[in-house]
């Protein structure tokens, strides 16, 4: 009597829904440092928004098998989605509420220019078209 000694291959459901959960959560964090590198100053809405996609992976992948390395890597996306939410509606500037309007007089101020002339806001009056550019910041 012969007996076969091959057994079928051994299947892993749902690890491709843990790698592509685990590598969105991933992916949107190195976007981010990309635009953060590139001095890209707009809200990064895709950070926490492929985070939670991941999440969403990561928990078909569980449901498909359970393991204890699923549940870990699902409270670490989780945890990952929760601190990306919390930083971008955390880090929301409040609306501007300062002295400059529009149809409203600029407040008056004095200062030096870059070459060492005096600047005073009487140069800003008369009928010409002035557009007043401030930078903040590191040069």
């Given at each position: 009597?012969?007996?076969?000694s091959?057994?079928?291959?051994?299947?892993?459901?749902?690890?491709?829904?843990?790698a592509?959960?685990?590598?969105?959560?991933?992916?949107?964090?190195?976007?981010?440092?990309?635009?953060?590198?590139?001095?890209?100053?707009?809200?990064?809405w895709?950070?926490?928004?492929?985070?939670?996609?991941?999440?969403?992976?990561?928990?078909?992948?569980?449901?498909?098998?359970?393991?204890?390395?699923?549940?870990?890597?699902?409270?670490?996306?989780?945890?990952l989605?929760?601190?990306?939410?919390?930083?971008?509606?955390?880090?929301?500037?409040?609306p501007y509420?300062?002295?400059?309007?529009?149809?409203?007089?600029?407040?008056?101020?004095?200062?030096?220019?870059?070459?060492?002339?005096?600047?005073?806001d009487?140069?800003?009056?008369?009928?010409?078209?002035?557009?007043l550019?401030?930078?903040r910041?590191?040069?």
């Amino acid at each position: 009597m012969t007996t076969s000694s091959t057994a079928a291959p051994r299947r892993h459901p749902g690890r491709l829904w843990l790698a592509l959960g685990l590598g969105l959560a991933a992916l949107g964090l190195c976007a981010y440092v990309a635009q953060v590198a590139s001095h890209r100053l707009a809200t990064p809405w895709y950070l926490p928004a492929s985070a939670t996609l991941g999440a969403i992976l990561v928990v078909v992948a569980l449901w498909q098998a359970r393991s204890v390395g699923r549940i870990l890597g699902l409270i670490l996306v989780v945890l990952l989605a929760g601190a990306e939410w919390t930083f971008l509606l955390g880090t929301r500037l409040p609306p501007y509420t300062g002295p400059v309007a529009v149809d409203k007089p600029f407040p008056a101020f004095k200062t030096t220019r870059a070459d060492g002339t005096p600047f005073t806001d009487q140069d800003l009056q008369g009928e010409q078209t002035i557009v007043l550019v401030s930078f903040r910041g590191r040069w």
